[in-house]
């Protein structure tokens, strides 16, 4: 079967950085994206891989190694406006299936 | 308005009774979708149309009826459906992945649906 694979929860502390971890089992693969979704809001989009690499914007970088199947998304300088749930997705070739990931709740403490 | 919108934000009904949601996008996008999101379970796809054509069924029961009027408008039809039907509906849109629009959806806040 196709899966991902993500914790279901993470605890940091505020100006840390804290790396959350993604490796998936999927028939197919385009790219690797990342989503934020705080409590009751909407997912929203954070970054996209498709090539091997790290990808940075601003206090969030994204990593993708395709030969090990494994991406991950780190934040540094945490701040509590960052406690929320960080769901990855691949895309596969072709077609509008995302396969996701079931979420990874990032709680920080002051 | 911007972004994408879904109407009613929170809705209970009964098993016998019908209802619909409504999501709108004022992003310009081509391909639209519904998504069943319920606690710590990946996102299930339900539904994708790309120019007011369905292109994805994801195997949902008849119970759940899309309608896609024009390329800014997608309603969920809801009609005789179960408790375990309760859930976050998430609306999204995006360039049609097959035009080359790949990479990021645009999410709405979501209708969360309590059945009786």
């Known amino acids: 079967g196709q899966s991902l694979e993500q914790p279901s929860e993470v605890t940091a502390v505020e100006g840390a950085i804290v790396q959350i971890n993604c490796t998936y089992q999927t028939s197919g693969f385009y790219g690797l994206s990342w989503y934020q979704q705080h409590d009751g809001g909407a997912p929203t989009f954070l970054s996209y891989n498709a090539l091997d690499g790290l990808e940075e914007t601003g206090r969030f970088s994204s990593f993708l190694s395709r030969s090990d199947s494994y991406g991950y998304l780190l934040l540094q300088e945490l701040q509590m406006k960052d406690s929320a749930s960080y769901f990855c997705?691949?895309?596969?070739?072709?077609?509008?299936?995302?396969?996701w990931g079931a979420g990874t709740k990032l709680i920080i403490k002051p | 308005e911007t972004g994408v919108t879904q109407t009613p934000r929170h809705l209970v009904m009964g098993m016998t009774n019908k209802k619909s949601l409504k999501c709108e996008q004022h992003l310009g996008h081509n391909a639209m979708y519904w998504y069943k999101q319920s606690a710590k379970k990946p996102l299930e796809l339900m539904f994708v149309?790309?120019?007011?054509?369905?292109?994805e069924n994801n195997s949902v029961p008849s119970r759940f009826s899309p309608e896609c009027p024009n390329s800014s408008h997608l309603f969920l039809h809801l009609h005789t459906l179960q408790p375990e039907d309760s859930a976050l509906y998430l609306c999204?849109?995006?360039?049609?992945?097959?035009?080359?629009?790949?990479?990021?959806?645009?999410f709405g806040e979501g209708s969360r649906l309590t059945v009786l």
């Open positions: 149309y790309s120019l007011e054509e369905r292109v």
């Open positions: 999204a849109s995006s360039q049609d992945p097959l035009a080359g629009g790949r990479g990021e959806l645009f």
């Open positions: 997705a691949v895309e596969q070739d072709s077609n509008y299936q995302l396969i």
